[in-house]
Antibody
Framework: EVQLVESGGGLVQPGGSLRLSCAASGFTFSSYWMSWVRQAPGKGLEWVANIKQDGSEKYYVDSVKGRFTISRDNAKNSLYLQMNSLRAEDTAVYYCARGRVEYSSSPVKYWGQGTLVTVSS | DIQMTQSPSTLSASVGDRVTITCRAS??????LAWYQQKPGKAPKLLIYKASSLESGVPSRFSGSGSGTEFTLTISSLQPDDFATYYC?????????FGQGTKVEIK
């Protein structure tokens, strides 16, 4: 059974930093593109970042470029999102996500339960 | 960046109704479009990929069509479990975008 379990969310002040983690199990982690998708309270879905299987390619939504860094550790079956210079508008539930097929960027088939990040003073 | 525009934003319908949601892309995305269903407090669920391919386990009352810039999601006969919010998503490039969502409410 595919499982994605996020951790690391919480309350942080504007300008602060937070590192999200996602522990993956039940599939060959190193074969899949992985993604972070967020959802602000009462709002729609927003894609945040994608990372290729070997970490050699990374893509970000414009609003987080230069502030957020997606990374992965295939030996630990883990995905990460380092978030710096956090703003109030980054407040959201952050989902770890896996595509439906190996070796290509594809729509999200599996989602984690989400972790809430709140940026507030 | 590719913008995705869904319509309507809210839809009121009754059980048994045929429901259609439209998604327009700001430029051609071929058939690289997915549809998701989301219920309150839950992660989204993939319904349709590549514009018209039904994800495994999804009821056949859901169907998708379109290519290029205009796409539709159709629910042939709305069931009580289908009241939810629906999102389209383009994956034509590695920079994904979602539509703003369509909430399907009970009439």
């Amino acid at each position: 059974e595919v499982q994605l379990v996020e951790s690391g969310g919480g309350l942080v002040q504007p300008g602060g930093s937070l590192r999200l983690s996602c522990a993956a199990s039940g599939f060959t982690f190193s074969s899949y593109w992985m993604s972070w998708v967020r959802q602000a309270p009462g709002k729609g879905l927003e894609w945040v970042a994608n990372i290729k299987q070997d970490g050699s390619e990374k893509y970000y939504v414009d609003s987080v470029k230069g502030r957020f860094t997606i990374s992965r550790d295939n030996a630990k079956n883990s995905l990460y999102l380092q978030m710096n210079s956090l703003r109030a508008e980054d407040t959201a539930v952050y989902y770890c996500a896996r595509g439906r097929v190996e070796y290509s960027s594809s729509p999200v088939k599996y989602w984690g339960q989400g972790t809430l990040v709140t940026v507030s003073s | 960046d590719i913008q995705m525009t869904q319509s309507p934003s809210t839809l009121s319908a009754s059980v048994g109704d045929r429901v259609t949601i439209t998604c327009r892309a700001s430029q051609s995305i071929s058939s690289w479009l997915a549809w998701y269903q989301q219920k309150p407090g839950k992660a989204p669920k993939l319904l349709i990929y590549k514009a018209s391919s039904l994800e495994s386990g999804v009821p056949s009352r859901f169907s998708g069509s379109g290519s290029g810039t205009e796409f539709t999601l159709t629910i042939s006969s709305l069931q009580p479990d289908d009241f939810a919010t629906y999102y389209c998503q383009q994956y034509n490039s590695y920079y994904w975008t979602f539509g703003q969502g369509t909430k399907v409410e009970i009439k």
